[in-house]
């Protein structure tokens, strides 16, 4: 089955600084790779994907890249602010089988 | 639109005891999920439901039964509640549009 590693598993960074959270995948059939914020005491939610069909996707702040020669991607978020501050699970799926999800990253945002 | 309902919110349980973790979804999603989380370890399946009528096991499913009632709800069930089911435990749908994943708030269980 799939396997997904993330890294790393926490990130201090100060406000206006950019933040890179890394994640590799196993499955060469994977196609579908999303990222999802989970604030403290919170349900993850989605905050961008992307599919195998494009090698990056941009949405203001935040923007997501993909290898798929290296199987890895990563999420960019640029002049992080306060409110970024949550924990980042990346995933990883082929269609619409089960999604995979790395270990999570602790990302916190110092004013 | 409520979106994912799961309840109860909290849960104290004594060692052997059972009890079931319900979840309900408005959204029409024909796939439901049961994910378990840890500290450090991330979001682990246990049990999914890709449609009505058909249930398969996820990553660890030892311990836990389920029940796809019908479209709408997808209940998970602790037979007898051991202290490493200490958890918190999402139920989550799933459309085939976006393959978006929308979670409920979460069941925060804590056997003795």
């Known amino acids: 089955g799939e396997n997904v590693e993330q890294h790393p598993s926490t990130l201090s960074v100060q406000e206006g600084d950019s933040a890179v959270i890394k994640c590799t995948y196993s499955d060469s059939a994977s196609n579908y790779f999303p990222w999802y914020k989970q604030e403290l005491g919170k349900r993850p939610q989605l905050i961008i994907d992307?599919?195998?069909?494009?090698g990056e996707k941009k949405d203001q702040r935040i923007a997501v890249t993909l290898n798929k020669t290296a199987k890895h991607f990563s999420l960019h978020i640029t002049e992080t602010q306060p409110e970024d501050s949550a924990v980042y699970f990346c995933a990883a799926s082929s269609g619409y089988s089960t999604l995979t999800f790395g270990k999570g990253t602790m990302l916190l945002v110092s004013p | 639109n409520a979106g994912v309902t799961q309840t109860p919110k909290f849960q104290v349980l004594k060692t052997g005891q059972s009890m079931t973790l319900q979840c309900a979804q408005d959204m029409n999603h024909n796939s439901m999920y049961w994910y378990r989380q840890d500290p450090g370890m991330g979001l682990r399946l246990i049990y999914y439901?890709?449609?009505?009528?058909?249930?398969d096991k996820g990553e660890v499913p030892n311990g836990y039964n389920v029940s796809r009632l019908n479209k709408r709800e997808f209940s998970l069930r602790l037979e007898s509640a051991a202290p490493s089911q200490t958890s918190v435990y999402f139920c989550?749908?799933?459309?085939?549009?976006?393959?978006?994943?929308?979670f409920g708030e979460g069941s925060r269980l804590t056997v003795l």
């Open positions: 989550a749908s799933r459309g085939r549009t976006t393959g978006e994943l929308f």
């Open positions: 992307i599919r195998s069909n494009v």
């Open positions: 439901s890709a449609s009505e009528g058909t249930t």
